[in-house]
């Protein structure tokens, strides 16, 4: 029995690959494409049941295969045959059906599973001809538009000789994130939209981040999207570090016991057909570099590690608690490990080899780390995504090697998925001259095989759009991240008792309001006092300083890295995007609400000391801060990151070390006395 795919399409009968074409590069109206018929789903737009119980067929559903029977059960015909294959009966186990494929699997087929390309125009063609089947999401679509785009892909590769299915991967997108990049984070505002993940870890709430995981993971199930790269779990012991933004912070005991919720909330006890396999990135630790220099770069590429033990101590137990949680892959490091810049970290008989702790390759080269480290050590049973670009550009370490001997050498070194590259030929070419034995693809294939079964793929890779873009939709989803918002803020001084302005301060409070930032300052002060009025219109809103009786000023900065690639600047100023003149001359007129957005630690003397109080924030909702502001909302929140004491306790930091465990007196301490240190956090009614 053939089962269409029932989807009726708008006048002008697009096909898949036009659709694919329409969606990739740009949004489209969520009218592009009607909802489906679930043929198993007659009472409309519910979720599909799904199970993995041994006594229960999961949900078949075929778009170009045959579906066969067999006993009264349906499998997928993927190849084609008219008989059921072990791959594709869904009674056996993951290991064996991804060994019987395996089987059946030519050198370009294995060699093209090992790909995950940046999904775009060329999709179709990189699903048929170079048989990738792992494609990043990176355009910033509606719910509605990736499950559509992504039913497209997959009746693409049903179509294929043996039928593998699409995974579909994405960097973060549930985070306020008002500079997004590619590679780090693309897409925002589409899905429940949470603090940025400072933010979650300055809630301090397990349960709440539990929740969070949980939430996302129906979001992007629904949606199509069955794997994330993500979490950054390492911990951020180097405060100049571009990428702490992007973590928990600096404590490991934190981010071990948030990585472990990460896991199980979007993947579950175990891999199902409701997953959302976790990426956990970037192993060992990438925050430990060189004066906090982009490890993206030649400059940067160092890992240094100079105080003893600190490999073990601070960087590693992230990583094991994901480990033990059952995290389906790590994403290595681009790092260089060094020797000259590090002390002992690792046991002698663990050494690459004598007289040398580490060989000095990137992450996805180096055997020690990857198999010596992360499995035989720390026993990590799943597989190893790389970092984009380390075939190319950040081959660190192996620059005078072909494409063909890096392939070789990662995949010895236990890397099995290559990011963001398109072409599998040289992978092919290790093997077809010698340098590598096919059969050593084998290993890497039966576990990225495995993972898609065990996500439920083979079965059913369908999703529905409309259902996609309710869940997404959700109020109460919603709801519970404006909780997050608001528990993230952190209250850091109140010494003045500025805070909060209450009902009955308003009648004689007037307020000027202000956002200090690189650019777009007055379009973003502007958008704020529109949020203001309309929130609460109880506040007296001034326009100039000579009217007002108190002010908020937002400051949001950004890091600088200098163009010599000598270091990164944290110091609040005009490098960093802070009009530091313009903050001390609101402060030294009226009594100011200083709140500032700690993307990452910043040195704040300049501007912290004439504040009437201090509030931090980490890429949060304007209406948490005005709640906050406003005593609706008591703040609770706790700091995940030290703040430094000046420059020179910037200069003077171990990179591998917390700023709460440094071995001088390296955080800022406040006129009351308080040290801005991890944990620190104040509330009103102290």
């Known amino acids: 029995m053939r089962r269409s795919s029932c989807r009726t399409l708008i006048p002008g009968s697009l096909t898949a690959a036009a659709l694919v074409l329409s969606l990739s590069m740009a949004s489209v109206s969520a009218a592009a494409v009607a909802p489906p018929h679930d043929e198993n789903n007659a009472g409309g737009n519910q979720p599909p049941s799904h199970s993995t119980a041994p006594n229960r067929a999961p949900v078949v559903e075929s778009h170009v295969k045959d579906v066969i029977k067999v006993k009264g059960r349906e499998f997928r015909d993927l190849n084609d045959n008219g008989s059921l294959d072990p791959y594709e009966d869904w009674r056996l186990s993951d290991e064996d059906r991804a060994a019987d494929l395996l089987s059946r699997m030519t050198l370009e087929e294995k060699a093209g599973l090992m790909q995950i390309a940046s999904l775009r125009a060329t999709a179709p063609q990189l699903i048929q001809d170079a048989s990738i089947t792992h494609l990043i999401i990176r ?37 306020v994130n008002p500079d997004l990049e590619f590679g780090i984070s693309e897409a925002a505002g589409q899905f429940s939209t949470w603090p940025g993940t400072l933010g979650l870890a300055a809630t301090n ?22 794997k994330t790269y993500g979490y950054q ?22 981010n071990a016991a948030i990585a472990e919720q990460l896991v199980l909330g979007f993947q579950g006890a175990e891999l199902s057909n409701e997953s959302v396999a976790q ?40 990583f094991q608690a994901a480990i033990d949680a059952g995290a389906s892959s790590v994403m290595s490091y681009y790092n260089v490990p060094s020797n000259a810049m590090s002390a002992q970290q690792l046991d002698m008989e663990d050494w690459y080899a004598p007289g040398q702790q580490f060989e000095e390759v990137a992450g996805a080269y180096n055997e020690a780390i990857l198999t010596g480290l992360l499995r035989d050590r720390m026993g990590f049973t799943g597989y190893v995504n790389s970092d984009s670009g380390i075939l190319t550009s950040r081959a660190f370490g192996v620059e005078n090697l072909t494409t063909a001997e890096r392939f070789t050498k990662a995949v010895r070194a236990g890397t099995s998925l290559f990011s963001d590259n398109s072409d599998p030929s040289g992978l092919i070419e290790a093997v077809e001259t010698g340098l590598l034995a096919e059969a050593e693809l084998n290993p890497s294939v039966q576990l990225l095989l495995e993972e898609v079964f065990a996500l439920g793929l083979f079965e059913d890779p369908y999703v529905d759009p409309a259902l996609a ?74 326009d100039t300083l000579e009217e007002a009786t108190a002010a908020l000023v937002w400051v949001r900065p950004n890091v600088f890295e200098y163009p010599d690639n000598s270091t990164v600047e944290i110091e609040l100023g005009e490098l960093t995007g802070v009009d530091v003149e313009r903050v001390q001359h609101i402060e ?23 504040a009437a109080a201090v509030v931090g924030t980490f890429n949060v909702k304007a209406e948490a801060l005005l709640e906050v502001v406003r005593g609706k909302f008591n703040p609770t929140g706790e700091l995940p990151i030290s703040i430094p ?8 930091n171990a990179s591998d070390v917390p700023g709460y465990a440094e071995s001088f007196d390296y955080s800022y301490v406040n006129a009351a006395g308080d040290a801005y240190t991890f944990g620190f956090g104040l509330t009103y009614t102290e």
């Open 139 to 175: 355009d910033n679509l509606t719910a509605y538009e990736l499950a559509a785009r992504a039913n497209s892909l997959q009746e693409i590769a049903e179509g294929t000789r043996l039928g593998i299915p699409v995974v579909f991967t994405s960097n973060p997108r549930n985070h």
């Open 205 to 226: 709430d397990i349960e709440l981040i539990r929740d969070f995981a949980e939430i996302a993971q129906e979001e992007w199930r629904s949606s199509g999207i069955q």
């Open 233 to 254: 779990i390492e911990t951020a012991t180097e405060p100049r570090w571009r990428r702490v933004n992007g973590t928990f912070g600096e404590s490991p005991e934190l």
């Open 279 to 318: 990426t956990v990135k970037h192993f060992p630790g990438d925050g430990a570099v060189l004066r906090g220099l982009d490890p993206h770069n030649e400059a940067g590429k160092w890992a240094v590690y100079p105080t003893p033990g600190s490999l073990q101590d601070y960087q590693l137990p992230p």
């Open 469 to 542: 873009q309710q869940v997404a939709d959700d109020p109460e989803s919603q709801a519970r991240a404006d909780e997050a918002h608001r528990k993230s803020i952190v209250l850091m001084r109140n010494d003045q008792q500025a805070l909060p302005i209450t009902d009955s301060d308003t009648a004689t409070t007037k307020l000027f309001v202000e956002v200090v930032t690189r650019q777009d300052g007055i379009e973003q002060t502007a958008a704020l006092k529109e949020l203001i009025a309309e929130h609460d219109p109880s506040l007296q809103l001034v």
């Open 588 to 610: 030294a007129t009226v009594p100011t609400i200083l709140a500032v957005n700690l993307g990452n630690p910043w040195v704040m003397n300049a501007i912290e000391p004439g």
């Open 645 to 652: 004491a000046d420059q020179e306790a910037v200069e003077q």
